[in-house]
């Protein structure tokens, strides 16, 4: 009998459940993304007289900032404070990230202030995750010098928090001092460390930079070759688009949906359709033949590649045509100058 069914026949008959159980199906219940039940689930363990623990609440908290539901997290605060949980540091920062991703950053700035716990690494980590989450990079920054002030570690949690708020060209002057101490304290071998810091200098546009981070990555996972093909495409460099294509090949690393649309659109760019062709063969022998995205990328390829008659293919067996569908094909029709789409069967 699954742990589902047990809880299920307990609750029915009334039986005491542990703490521990409860915990254990709102952890099942958060990992699925059912937020809505696990929070039922929480009043359900209330109506039944048991207590909640310091376990208990961040599956909770979770559930509150995936549902945008601030005011039963801000009653949940209310729980934590009476039980006395609030002490521990795993709760106090999944409070300080519900609040934050509840837009709501001055009230985790304030639970962080107020608790005597906030001197640890974890909780100086959800605070700048916290601001970089609402585009507040300067407030990010300032907590990031007072962490260094306070010679308070920092790890690679605290820089995946801090670079992503520097994805705009005029924010990348301070990515780049990140950078800079992320090679003085060694770590920049983490592979998330990386594939962030390339991602940045991808969104600022800076190629070149991109490119030396990208040649000296000691692992280069898919992460890495997608986020390096699609600052090429973003570019406009469709042709170093195919060719770092083909390295990614010729080393074994499987492509995925995201790889392919930029190599489609490197494809349409330049007319070269015997390419788009090999992609469309991969995309039926990888299982990808219903993905919209591709669809609409193959569209596109063909039709300005001048093979209407094969883009119209594609759209005629299409169930799922959105907007971007039409505008495809529509702009491929005009682009050849067929005006077919007069049907109105289509």
Known sequence: MTSKHLL?????HALPIATATWNGRLWELSKHGQFSEALELYRQMLR???SPNAFTFPFLF???AAL???VPGAQLHGHVIRTGCGLEPFVLTSLITMYSQSNLIERARQVFDESPQRYLTVCFNALISGYAYNSRLFDAAALFSQMRQLNISFNSVTMLGLIPACNLPPHMS????????????GLET???VGNCLLTMYVKCGSIEFAETLFDSMPERGLISWNAMISGYAQNGLANKVLDLYQDMKSQGIHSDPVTLVCILSSCAHLGAHSIGRAVEREIELRGFGTNSFLNNALINMYSRCGKLGKARAIFDAM???TVVTWTAIMNGT???FDMDLSNPTT
């Open 8 to 12: 299920h026949r307990r609750l029915l």
């Open 48 to 50: 039944y007289g048991e």
């Open 62 to 64: 979770k559930s509150c």
């Open 68 to 70: 945008s539901l601030p």
């Open 174 to 185: 301070f990515g780049m001092s990140l950078h800079s101490c992320i090679i003085k304290f």
């Open 190 to 192: 983490e592979s998330s």
């Open 319 to 321: 169930s799922d045509r």
């Open 334 to 336: 005009l682009s050849n």
